[in-house]
C-alpha cells in the first residue's frame, strides 16, 4: 500500500467496525444523537503549488487533504465571525465612553466659558459717564 492509500485506522481495526456494523442494528443508538447538517461538494480552483503545499501539510498531519483544507476554510470562517463581534464589542465600548465624555465637555466648556464671559465683565473699565 503507498502513502497515497495509506489507511486513516488500521486495516484490522476497520474490518472489526465493518463487520459489528453489518451484524447489529444500531437504530436505538441513533435515537438519541444529534443530526448534523449535511455538507455540501464544491469545485475550487486552486494554483498547482498550493494545492501541492497543502496535499503536503494534510500528509504531515495525518489527514486527507479534503478533510484539511475543509479544517482550514472552518477554522478562517469562525475566526472571521469572533474578529466581527469583538470589533463589535469595540466599537460598542468606544460608544458608551464617548457618551460618557461629551456631555462632560460640553458641561466643561460651557462652565469655562461662563466663567471667563464673568471675569470680562468684572474686568472691563466702566467708560461711561454718570450723571449726577
Known amino acids: 500500500m503507498s502513502d497515497a492509500e495509506k489507511l486513516p485506522r488500521p486495516a484490522e481495526e476497520l474490518e472489526a467496525l465493518a463487520s459489528y456494523y453489518d451484524e447489529h442494528d444500531t437504530a436505538d443508538e441513533m435515537e438519541g444523537g444529534t443530526w448534523v447538517e449535511p455538507m455540501v461538494t464544491t469545485s475550487l480552483r486552486l494554483p498547482r503549488e498550493v494545492f501541492e503545499r497543502l496535499k503536503e501539510d494534510a500528509r504531515r498531519e495525518g489527514k486527507r487533504h479534503t478533510a484539511y483544507i475543509r479544517e482550514i476554510l472552518e477554522r478562517s470562517v469562525r ?40 471675569r470680562k465683565r468684572t474686568a472691563a473699565p466702566d467708560n461711561t459717564k454718570r450723571s449726577a
Open 79 to 118: 475566526d472571521s465571525a469572533e474578529e466581527a463581534d469583538d470589533l463589535q464589542q469595540i466599537n460598542n465600548k468606544l460608544d458608551t465612553l464617548l457618551e460618557a465624555v461629551t456631555p462632560a465637555r460640553k458641561t466643561a466648556s460651557r462652565a469655562t466659558t461662563k466663567k471667563t464671559a464673568t
